[in-house]
């Protein structure tokens, strides 16, 4: 609170006391000077200027550390509770009022409601103009904020009255139990009664189960100091001390957590969590779908100042680059080409992702029967890497899939599509801007088949034009490429003559069913420049598990090994740190027959790098099969790599076309997949999309993994869309309130600190080397930075030796003044063609070096195996470092 000297009112802050100062002081006759508001400044003023400029002055830091300027306020509209100033919580009373929402008057006895800005500032400036924080209604203002940001909790028993500190106190611990809840019952998926069960049992142990061990503790105290006190008052003060603890006041009977009911309303009401909002399909038949408004999550999301910053930070940077390198989706050709996003304007660049997926058993009796179609959205304008938190992308629609063929698109993407048009047109409100942003949607990312059913494409993959990048049809890939250019691309003209032949014929034109539903409704956004090529299902879980099955079979035929062998070699083989993880399967009997080994993205993708060192030393090196699996590794390295340049995409044209020259003439009479079609557009869709592994859809599937735990745990089928996007909604809240977006990058469970001069000779001259003037350092076995986990003997790249790559063996993780270093002996290295991958070999001198995770071109580690004597290591993806090529084919 600030109290005027001049008339001892109380008023909420800074900005109202000299507000109210100069109209009820600064004009009164025979003032001939202005004293300084604050209660401990004896200055005074001549003029209003001076002393404006002497509190902006010499006020302004006092100003951000008086935390008596904020408050607890709780907006009336969307029951948002936050820790901030009067004039932040009028900002925020404002978005609502700019989108026509209705907001009774604040303040006490004052009837008075509007749903137009300008009104609302007219009643309060005429009726409201001199206000403090006790004027506020009850249900608005909820006193002062009891924890303050970045304080301990020692500062709850810190000065103040008693009824005060009791109500910090009572609030403090409240609040951090919901939180616990809400994470029990939400993110670990604990049912409703079992925490029901939980907290009773709770509040008897601490209320009435301590009461004897609580009496004894009292009693001894007063032993100690020799004070006789009564039995009846040690009664008496051993319960008020159990039963007012402030855990047991949280989770009694009678507190807002006590029942289901009521936690949810103290979540919905403390957490600022967005319900979904239920639409209806046909009411007759009961068939409905959830819906998350779009605009209220993106205002949610922006109001988190990380975000913000990052947001602002990416349009900052400079997307033109001396030499052309592609790392983002803003380097792309669409991306320059749309005026809307890159023009100066801060743009927000939304990212769909829609898909179906299973809930239940695949292979059990519930199969399709409650397969959904879930579309999801990222915040595009983040940098990469941003979203491989599973909680950093948000839910937008959930429908049954046999709902979104009954009734389309059309019909189940409406509301989210009002949304975006509204987005596009008026934009968001962002308080800490101060400003609308205006946004689009920037690409669909999605499978062939999603992919192709909203964006209005023939969804049979059997026949005609099945590509939605050219117009060529499927009859002729199997004798053109696309590296010849008889296919013609999909333009805006070509695809809007092609919807208008389609409406008119009533048929499909060039593969071209109807108009796309976003296209249509939306002005910066077109199907030919916003659907990107997925490559988990081209490649991973397309043309991987296909060649492999056709090649491995070859090699079977010819006695290199049998299937037996080969899953023994598999199963048998060394992995080591991540490639545990993700280790490949082993191959089914009936892989033959099927024509494909089957398997996830993750294990075909492991499978495929490493195979070279598990029967690399079976095969002789002129094995056709085995130049094909070769090949086609060296083509997946370069899809993955996170930087492209003009001359890796040609190479990884080239690359594709011989692949495919060597693939036919091995197996002649074998069809090729659409996918290999797909897979001769890449080098074209990096250009014009970038690196198209920030578009891919591996994260997005592991999303579906959230709503399959729910089900699997809910064990309720009554109306699963709602039940999934309720329990979603309230994991993203708790998410949102207990941690930032931006987490730390460095996370350490174990450190040593040590001297310098207590280390190895090696390691001290390495460290005095580059920091000279440190004295201690501290040492690690492991780290995780930036999602990436590090340990000793792991090895990474940096730098060049003669055009290959530069391996170095981390010896010691450390931390060195904040920055993670690794202490490393640098490797000599030369290619193996026929493993597909780098021999090692210790240098003679035994030097070591100290390199920065900052300095690293790129941060994935790597591990090495020894296989026939030889220490091999197979790059994850292709590396660009300095310019230049990082592996040799």
Not at 735 to 763: C, F, G, I
């Amino acid at each position: 609170m600030w109290t005027c000297k001049s008339c001892s009112l109380e008023l909420s802050s800074r900005y109202v006391l000299l507000k109210h100062f100069r109209q009820a002081h600064g004009h009164i006759r025979g003032v001939s000077r202005f004293p300084c508001p604050y209660s401990d400044c004896p200055c005074s003023f001549t003029t209003w200027t001076k002393l404006l400029n002497h509190t902006y002055k010499n006020h302004s830091e006092q100003t951000t550390q008086n935390k008596s300027e904020q408050s607890i306020f709780q907006c009336p509209i969307c029951s948002r509770r936050e820790y901030i100033s009067e004039r932040n919580f009028f900002q925020h009373i404002n978005t609502h009022l700019r989108r026509h929402q209705t907001v009774q008057c604040l303040f006490k006895n004052c009837e008075f409601e509007t749903n137009i800005y300008s009104t609302f500032q007219t009643h309060k400036y005429r009726k409201h103009n001199k206000y403090s924080l006790h004027d506020f209604r009850d249900n608005i203002c909820i006193r002062n904020q009891l924890i303050q940001s970045g304080s301990s909790e020692d500062d709850l028993f810190k000065a103040g009255t008693t009824d005060t500190l009791q109500e910090k106190v009572d609030y403090y611990f409240e609040e951090r139990i919901a939180c616990l809840l809400l994470k029990l019952e939400n993110v670990i998926h604990v049912p409703t009664t079992v925490v029901d069960e939980l907290l009773s049992e709770l509040d008897y142990l601490l209320s009435t189960a301590s009461l004897h061990a609580t009496k004894t503790v009292i009693s001894g105290v007063f032993q100690n100091n020799q004070l006789q006190i009564e039995e009846s008052l040690i009664d008496e003060i051993s319960s008020i001390v159990c039963r007012s603890s402030p855990v047991c006041v949280a989770i009694a009977s009678d507190s807002p957590l006590a029942t289901a009911y009521k936690r949810k309303q103290y979540y919905c009401s403390h957490f600022g969590i967005i319900e979904p909002i239920e639409y209806i399909l046909d009411a007759q038949r009961n068939r409905t779908y959830q819906y998350i408004p779009l605009l209220r999550s993106l205002q949610q999301l922006l109001s988190q100042k990380d975000v913000l910053e990052l947001l602002v930070a990416q349009k900052g940077q400079n997307t033109q680059l001396t030499s052309q390198e592609y790392r983002t989706v803003r380097d792309g050709e669409y991306y320059k080409q749309n005026s809307f996003f890159c023009g100066e304007e801060l743009r927000i660049a939304v990212n769909l992702y829609i898909d179906d997926f299973e809930i239940c058993n695949p292979l059990g009796t519930s199969r399709k029967k409650h397969k959904l179609c879930g579309v999801y959205w990222v915040l595009g304008n983040l940098p990469p890497g941003s979203h491989s938190a599973l909680t950093s992308i948000y839910l937008a629609v959930l429908c049954k899939s046999d709902d979104t063929k009954a009734f389309g698109f059309v019909k189940v993407l409406e509301p989210l599509i009002q949304d975006l048009t509204i987005l596009e047109k008026h934009g968001v409100f962002v308080s800490q801007l101060g400003k609308f942003l205006k946004g689009s949607v920037q690409c669909v990312i999605a499978d062939n088949l999603s992919a192709h059913g909203i964006g209005g494409f023939v969804e049979s993959f059997a026949g005609g034009s099945i590509c939605r990048f050219c117009t060529g049809d499927k009859s002729e890939f199997q004798n053109q490429d696309v590296m010849s250019g008889i296919f013609q691309l999909r333009t805006r003209e070509v695809h809007e003559i092609h919807v208008r032949c389609a409406q008119e014929k009533a048929t499909a034109v060039c593969g071209v069913k109807k108009q796309c539903v976003l296209t249509e409704n939306l002005s910066h956004f077109h199907v030919s420049t916003g659907y990107p090529p997925d490559i988990v299902h081209d490649i991973f879980e397309g043309i991987v598990p296909t060649e492999l099955a056709r090649c491995i079979s070859l090699l079977i035929a010819k006695k290199y090994f049998t299937l037996d062998k080969l899953n023994t070699l598999i199963q048998k083989f060394p992995y080591k740190f991540g490639d545990k993880t993700n280790r490949p399967h082993a191959i089914p009997h009936t892989y033959s027959s099927k024509n494909t080994i089957g398997g996830n993205a993750h294990e075909n993708w492991s499978l495929l790098r490493l195979l070279p060192l598990i029967i690399g030393p079976l095969l002789p090196v002129d094995e056709p099969a085995w130049q094909v699996i070769l090949h086609h590794k060296d083509i997946v390295e370069l899809v993955v790599a996170h930087v492209h340049t003009d001359e890796t995409i040609a190479y990884l044209e080239a690359k594709i076309y011989d692949h495919r020259q060597l693939y036919l003439d091995l197996f002649p009479h074998v069809n090729l997949l659409p996918k290999h079609h797909y897979l001769e557009h890449y080098p074209q869709m990096i250009k014009c999309f970038g690196p198209l592994i920030s578009l891919w859809t591996m994260r997005f599937e592991a999303k579906h993994s959230f709503f399959k735990q729910v089900a699997r745990h809910t064990n309720c089928f009554k109306n699963i869309p709602f039940s999934l996007a309720v329990k979603h909604q309230f994991m993203i809240a708790h998410q949102t309130h207990s941690s930032n977006y931006k987490k730390s990058s460095l996370e350490v469970r174990n450190a040593s600190v040590m001297p310098v001069e207590v280390l190895n000779d090696r390691v001290v001259s390495a460290l005095m080397e580059r920091y000279p003037s440190i004295s201690e350092v501290a040492l690690l076995k492991k780290v995780s930075c930036n999602g990436m986990h590090y340990s000793q003997g792991m090895l990474i790249v940096h730098g060049t030796v003669n055009g290959l790559p530069k391996f170095n063996e981390i010896i010691q993780l450390c931390i060195v003044e904040k920055k993670l270093c690794f202490i490393v002996r640098e490797l000599c290295s030369w290619y193996r063609e026929h493993y597909g991958g780098f021999e090692l070999s210790t240098p003679s001198t035994r030097e070591l070096a100290i390199i920065e995770l900052g300095d690293l071109e790129d941060p994935y580690p790597l591990a090495d195996y020894i296989v026939e004597g030889l220490r091999l290591v197979m790059l994850k993806r292709f590396i660009i470092v300095k310019g230049k090529f990082s592996s040799i084919t």
